[in-house]
Each structure stands twice: as structure tokens, then as C-alpha cells.
């Protein structure tokens, strides 16, 4: 996690002469360009040249055209510019090394500063020691780093970075970046923190619309106990109150386990999700226990049933308006969320869309190539032979919510209890966990120094929730292991979550302390830090001393990642064209946008799942909380799967998890393409997963 910049730190801009001509020719920047500029860029271009060469030509037509784009009138006039330029350009080498030093000793003083300070701020509302306070909720909720991206520009750091390091695009990053040094890698992500200056209000938009949408999504819950079928049964007991579609699906989930009535439910939760998608749900049932509803019919009665203390609703006056349908709501807040980030548009004139800031600056991968990815799975021959085995698995045809089949289950040696009993006896305390650390590390493959040292630059905490890691963001602080125990001792739930985030701190300690820049430090996204925190979480019975799991239970775990990465897929296929189709009709209704995604929704399934499910126009694939809430992330949640896929295969063929982990989190925060390369000798792609999951198919078809 990064705490300054967050959510731009990882940016990009068009070429440099591009982007230059872009700034001095056009008029889309938010802001007008003074009408001084061009006559001082030139004057300062001829000055820098003749004081230092015409060697010196290049960065000071590139460094000018920068800060330009940049300067807004209240940054001073055409004096103050002229000075800022002649006192701050850099022009020889020395200097030059001189000022990127400044700026990587004292941006991890602040990035780690700034990480300290909300930890600690945060120490009552994370930690397990004693109740939480009003004054606990406002220090933990509060952002010191909030700011400092306009005080950098206020006070002119930034134009002193963007004077003198280049911007650089997704596009040179991708063709020139292997052939950087580590060197201009690291300037290149220096200047890249100051790509954007995006005004307070243009924010301000955003924040409003990230809190508007993620309250529709929070408080939209279903009383399931309220659902009735044709017979007028309740499937579902009562205070059952499942939030969309988070907790639905994994309704789903859990009901292959009910024999009796499992398939009925799942029925009706799929009818209650399609109603969603379509907004043809009754906006009377939407988090409301009052009423009883049939999906099917759309029929809805105030109920007699009392399941809550919520307080009854304002009588209806007719049945008519019992039923009224939600009012298109799901997508207007979409709307409003799109019309949010959009404002941003003309501030990021070389990703001047959300969509292009999604996959260029925040996955660095193009667009066309996550697509392309996207569809190697969807359309792979393996799907129909993944879906032939689940309705073997399931003795019946597919059904569309099929696409949320879990019961590739891993068969344990042992029961949940029995892991309880040992690790409690193991670990019955944070502190006896601390201890073992640097055990745990040796069985992992590291050697006995390299874990004494990760083991000394880890702090144990009690969490108050399940647990997470916070890296230190400066070398002279140690990363944080929060880790849940109970007065009766760690369970084996708890052990499983502080093995996985102890991967977070070891990759957080090797990538930070033992990196040649700290300006790299890092992964390139959340995705790879994940990976490798799983390489560590899937050894967790091993380090216990128990048996690891057999080629059966593997070949399981590998089938249920493929078929969640086959419906994630679709889910984030239909993310994109949404967002293309809102840019393309950027005035639409709410209704429009409706219609739009519904068709979108059935066009992805018609072409990927309805030759294996045997039926069409199915919309569930819209059903997704995060596409209103999460402006485009989707498409992370498949990208994520081949990754961990790729880095397993790599730890497996080398053998030795200790030295191989060390390599690839020293690698730091390159492209993700340039990283993979390094780590495993190829670009980001399915290969991996797919291949595992043909290993995985023939191992379950050949005779045991
Ligand atoms: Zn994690």
C-alpha cells in the first residue's frame, strides 16, 4: 500500500513530443494556458542552451513543455516562471544526481512518515486492546497525506521534478523500459507522481460520488426470509438479510451443501439477481423486512411475518404501488459516478479518459491486451470440459448460476477442529507466533540469516478483525503483522490469515530495504503482492508439520480457480463495454444505460457461457456491487488469477521458495510485463493458469 498519491501514484502520459504539442496546441486543459507562456518557453529554451550546451537541449525542451502544462495563472507570472526555471533546471550531471538523490532520501522520509502517522492514528480502531471512542473513529478516518500533492505543486516541488525527470507513457514504458537502467526507472516513476493536478473541486466530485455510491451499495440488502415462492413457502429462515451481490452469491454458494432445498433457493436468488440487473425488482423490497415478495411474479404483500426491529414502512396506498419498480437507481448512481471521474478528464490530457487511467496508469497493462486475456480463458476449448465435469459433479444440467459452482473442495486430512486444536497449542498468544517466526521462515526455504533478519524487521500486533500487514515505507521502520487471537489461543482460521499477510511482509521488507531505489520500492500492483502473500498461505499445513496437500486436493484447488476466473471474466468483459458505452453516450438516462447494460450483459453471455449452459440472453453477469461502486476494477479480479498462477509455477520449477521470493520482490515496481520477465521469463498472460488446469482436468478424468 502506498500513502502518498494514493490511487495516482501509478500514471502515464503520451509521448514527450506528443504531449508537448498537446499541451501548447490545445485548449482542452482545464486551465488556459497564460498568455506569456509561449514567448517565455522559447526565450528560456535559447538561455538554458547557451548556459549549458547544446547537449542540454533535449531535457530543457522537454522539462519546459512539462512544468507549462502545469502552471496555472495564481502559480506566478511570466518573471516568477523565468526565475523558477533559471534557479531550478538542473543542467549538469552532477546537479542533476544531486536533486533525484533529495527527492528519493526525503520522499520515503515522507511517504514513511505519513504511513506511520496513520498507523498509529489508527492503532485503537485496528488493535485488540480495549474499546473504541468517538475521538478513536476521527483520528482513524483522518489522511494526513490528503494534501500533499497540492502542496507540492503549491510550493513547486513538483514543477522542480517535472523540470527535470521525464514523463513518460504506458507506451515507452512497455517498448523502452527493458532497455532503462534502474536509474531512469526510478526518475521515471518519480516524475510520474506529479503527472496530474487535478483542481479540489474536480476531487471533491469524485469523493462524493465514491461515498454516494458506496451507500446504495451498502445498504442494498435482501430479507430473505420474505422471499416466497409459488406456493407461498419460505425457503429461508427468518433475519436472514443477505447485501447484493456479495453476500447472494455466496448463498448460492452455500446451498449446493442443502440437498432438500438447495437448488430452489439458488433458483430463486439467480430470479432475485436478474431483477437487480433489470431494476424490475419493487423498490418496496429493497432492504425493507416488511414485505414479502415472489421474484418470480413480482407480487409483494406487506407481511405478516416479523423477522426485525426495523421500524414498519409508510402504509401503501394501492398494490400498484407496492410493486412500483426501483427507478432505475442502480444505474443513475453509475451515471453519477461516471459523470465524476470524467471531470477529471481534461486534467490528465495523456490519459484523457477513466478507462485509459484504469489500464494505463493504474494496471500498466493496455486495455486491448487484459481483452485479449480475457478472452483466451472465456473461449478456451478447457470451459466446456471444466463445465462437462461440474454436471457429472452435480448429476444434473447447468444452470446459470452454475457459474458460482464451488464444489471443487479440497478433502482435508483433517477436520476444521482438529487444526483449531493444534495451532491454538502451538500459538497460544501473538507473541508465541512472533517467536516462531523466524522457524516458520527457515521451513519456507529462506536461509538462517535471511530469516532472523525478516524476522527482525516484523512487529506482531493484536488485531481486532481478522488481520492485515501495513509495510514501513522507510527503511528505518519494521513492516506490521496484525494477526487475530483468541483468549483461548490462535485458531487455525487466524494461523491461515498471519501466514498469508507474513508473505505481505516479507515481500514488503525485501522490496522496500534490500532494493536498489526506494523511488521502485514495491510490486507493480496489488496483484503480485497478493501472489506471492498466497505462495506462503499455501504451505500452511506443511509448516504446522502435517501432511501437504495430495495431487487430488491440488488438482481440485487449481479447477476451482479456473472456473472462478472463467466467470470473473465475463463479469469484467461487461465492466469495459459499459464504460466504453458511457463515453460513447456520454448524455444518457439512467434508463438508456439500463438498457445498455442489460444488452451488454447478454451479448458477453450469449457468446461465451450459452453454448456451454445451453441458454441465451441470461444477465446475471451485471450483477456485480463492485461495477457501480468500484469504477472499473473488475477487470483486476482475472488479471490477479493468472498472475498468482505464473509466480506458483516459477516457485515450484525453481524449488526453493527462500532465495526465488527474495529475487522477484527485489525486482520492484516496474511495469508488470517488464517485472513477470524478470521473475519468470514471460510477459503477464493465461498460459499458466491455463495449463495448470488441463494438468488439473486429466488428473481428475484418469482412473485414480
Ligand atoms: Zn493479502
Not at 316 to 328: D, F, G, I, V, Y
Not at 592 to 613: M, R
Request: charged share 20%; with cysteine.
Amino acid at each position: 500500500m502506498r500513502f502518498l498519491f494514493q490511487g495516482i501514484c501509478l500514471i502515464s502520459v503520451l509521448s514527450v513530443s506528443s504531449f508537448a504539442q498537446t499541451i501548447l496546441s490545445s485548449s482542452v486543459q482545464g486551465n488556459s494556458q497564460p498568455t506569456w507562456m509561449k514567448a517565455s518557453l522559447e526565450k528560456l529554451e535559447r538561455e538554458l542552451v547557451a548556459k549549458y550546451g547544446e547537449a542540454q537541449r533535449v531535457r530543457a525542451h522537454r522539462g519546459l513543455n512539462q512544468i507549462a502544462s502545469f502552471w496555472r495563472n495564481e502559480d506566478g507570472d511570466a518573471a516568477t516562471f523565468e526565475t523558477f526555471v533559471t534557479t531550478n533546471f538542473a543542467g549538469d550531471q552532477t546537479t542533476l544526481d544531486t536533486v533525484f538523490n533529495r527527492f528519493e532520501h526525503n520522499l520515503e522520509q515522507l511517504d514513511g512518515h505519513m504511513a506511520e502517522i496513520g498507523r498509529e492514528f489508527r492503532n485503537q480502531s485496528d488493535l485488540d486492546v480495549g474499546p473504541i471512542l468517538g475521538v478513536d473513529e476521527v483520528f482513524a478516518a483522518y489522511d494526513p497525506s490528503a494534501h500533499v500533492s497540492d502542496d507540492f505543486f503549491q510550493n513547486k516541488l513538483a514543477f522542480i521534478v517535472l523540470l527535470n525527470f521525464p514523463l513518460t507513457t504506458l507506451e515507452q514504458r512497455l517498448t523502452e523500459g527493458e532497455k532503462w537502467s534502474r536509474r531512469e526507472w526510478a526518475e521515471a516513476r518519480l516524475a510520474q507522481r506529479f503527472s496530474k493536478r487535478i483542481p479540489a473541486d474536480v476531487n471533491q466530485a469524485v469523493s462524493e460520488a465514491n461515498a454516494a455510491t458506496g451507500r446504495y451499495i451498502a445498504e442494498y440488502n435482501i430479507w430473505m426470509h420474505h422471499l416466497l415462492d409459488a406456493n407461498g413457502n419460505r425457503l429461508f429462515p427468518p433475519k436472514l438479510r443477505l447485501l447484493s451481490h456479495w453476500n447472494l452469491r455466496d448463498e448460492i454458494k452455500a446451498d449446493y451443501s442443502d440437498a432438500k432445498s438447495g437448488l430452489a433457493k439458488q433458483r430463486m436468488i439467480q430470479q432475485v439477481m436478474e431483477r437487480i440487473v433489470t431494476q424490475t425488482i419493487p423498490a418496496a423490497v429493497v432492504n425493507n423486512p416488511n414485505y414479502d415478495w415472489n421474484p418470480f411474479t413480482n407480487e409483494v404483500k406487506p407481511s405478516a411475518v416479523k423477522d426485525s426491529d426495523a421500524n414498519a414502512p409508510p402504509p401503501a396506498t394501492a398494490a400498484s404501488a407496492l410493486s412500483a419498480p426501483e427507478p432505475n437507481t442502480r444505474y443513475a448512481k453509475l451515471l453519477q459516478a461516471f459523470q465524476a471521474v470524467k471531470k477529471i478528464d481534461p486534467y490528465s490530457p495523456t490519459a484523457p479518459s477513466h478507462i485509459a487511467r484504469s489500464f494505463d496508469e493504474g494496471r500498466e497493462i493496455p486495455e486491448a491486451r487484459v481483452k485479449a486475456m480475457l478472452e483466451q480463458i472465456l473461449s478456451s476449448p478447457l470451459a466446456p470440459q471444466v463445465a462437462k465435469l461440474i454436471e457429472a459433479r452435480l448429476g444434473r444440467p447447468l444452470e446459470p448460476f452454475d457459474i458460482w459452482y464451488n464444489g471443487f473442495r479440497q478433502r482435508g486430512n483433517y477436520t476444521e477442529a482438529q487444526l483449531d486444536e493444534i495451532v491454538a497449542k502451538k500459538y497460544p498468544t501473538a507473541e508465541a507466533y512472533k517467536r516462531d517466526i523466524p522457524n516458520i521462515l527457515v521451513k519456507l526455504g529462506f536461509t538462517k540469516e535471511r530469516a532472523e533478519y525478516l524476522a527482525n524487521n516484523i512487529v506482531v500486533d493484536p488485531a481486532r478483525g481478522s488481520g492485515h500487514a501495513l509495510g514501513a515505507a522507510m527503511r528505518s521502520a519494521p513492516a506490521h503483522l496484525r494477526t487475530r487471537v483468541e483468549k483461548s489461543g490462535m485458531n487455525y482460521k487466524g494461523y491461515n490469515i498471519a501466514v498469508h499477510e507474513m508473505g505481505h511482509n516479507v515481500e514488503q521488507t525485501f522490496s522496500l530495504n534490500n532494493i536498489d531505489h526506494t523511488l521502485l520500492e514495491g510490486v507493480p500492483n496489488t496483484a503480485f503482492t497478493e501472489a506471492l502473500a498466497f505462495v506462503f498461505q499455501g504451505h500452511d499445513l506443511e509448516l504446522l508439520g502435517l501432511a501437504k496437500p495430495d495431487a487430488q486436493s491440488r488438482a481440485l484447488k487449481t479447477l476451482n480457480d479456473f472456473w472462478g476466473t472463467f466467470e470473473i471474466g465475463g463479469v469484467a468483459l461487461v465492466d469495459m463495454a459499459v464504460w466504453h458505452w458511457m463515453y460513447d453516450h456520454p448524455n444518457a438516462t439512467p434508463a438508456e444505460l439500463k438498457d445498455a447494460t442489460v444488452q451488454i450483459s447478454k451479448d458477453v453471455w450469449n457468446k461465451y457461457y450459452a453454448p456451454i449452459f445451453g441458454k441465451r440472453d441470461v444477465v446475471l453477469l451485471g450483477v456485480y456491487s463492485h461495477m457501480i461502486d468500484s469504477f472499473l476494477y473488475l477487470p483486476d479480479y482475472p488479471v490477479g488469477h493468472m498472475i498468482a498462477f505464473q509466480i506458483e509455477e516459477q516457485m515450484e520449477n525453481a524449488g526453493n521458495i527462500g532465495s526465488e521470493f527474495e529475487r522477484m520482490a527485489t525486482v520492484g515496481s516496474v511495469i508488470p510485463d517488464l517485472w513477470m520477465r524478470k521473475a519468470t521469463g514471460a510477459p503477464v498472460g493465461p498460459e499458466a493458469l491455463l495449463a495448470e488446469t488441463k494438468k488439473a482436468l486429466s488428473a481428475m478424468t484418469s482412473p485414480q
